[in-house]
């Protein structure tokens, strides 16, 4: 019984710094009413954030090819396009071809607004990669994420924002 209090009070520690952590490179993202966001995606097509966001819940996905962290989570993502409204942001990535290649490669099949120089990400409050906020049916982000997240957890932010 001595190790499952142990264990109890080591997973209670973890997940106060994991929180502690994820705040910290979040807390210059918006609060509130989200950001205008109508951009156009790499394929050419228009996305709009604010009409999209009347149809459900939008997760919003700041992602970069050279991070680490987001070649475990961009597939969690992609998964989810397939049924969840998501844009996803690609920071300081190279050209939109590059972006395309990259994606293709990966096998990343959600629509992606290219920010090469990180001015997009930085309207937003961006910090650090990857970085995922939630905006509800009204247009307020309910949930900012940074950092290692699952599908699972993701799915339950969306649904919470429901």
């Not at 995922?132 to 309910?142: H, K, L, T």
């Not at 949930?143 to 699972?152: D, I, N, R």
Request: hydrophobic share 45%.
């Amino acid at each position: 019984m001595k190790w499952l209090w142990s264990l109890a009070k080591f997973l209670l520690l973890a997940a106060v710094v994991v929180s502690a952590v994820s705040w910290y490179h979040s807390r210059n993202m918006p609060k509130g009413a989200a950001p205008e966001l109508a951009a156009t995606d790499i394929s050419g097509q228009p996305l709009n954030l604010q009409a999209m966001a009347a149809g459900g819940p939008v997760l919003i996905y700041f992602w970069a090819t050279w991070c680490g962290y987001c070649r475990a989570v961009s597939p969690a993502v992609s998964e989810l396009s397939e049924q969840h409204l998501i844009i996803t942001i690609a920071l300081q990535s190279g050209s939109a071809e590059e972006v395309a290649a990259y994606q293709q490669k990966h096998q990343l099949k959600f629509r992606t607004i290219n920010d090469p120089t990180g001015a997009l990400s930085n309207s937003w409050g961006l910090r650090v990669t990857p970085t995922m906020a939630i905006v509800d049916r009204e247009g307020r982000i309910s949930s900012v994420t940074s950092g290692m997240t699952s599908k699972w957890g993701l799915k339950a932010r969306l649904w919470l924002a429901n």
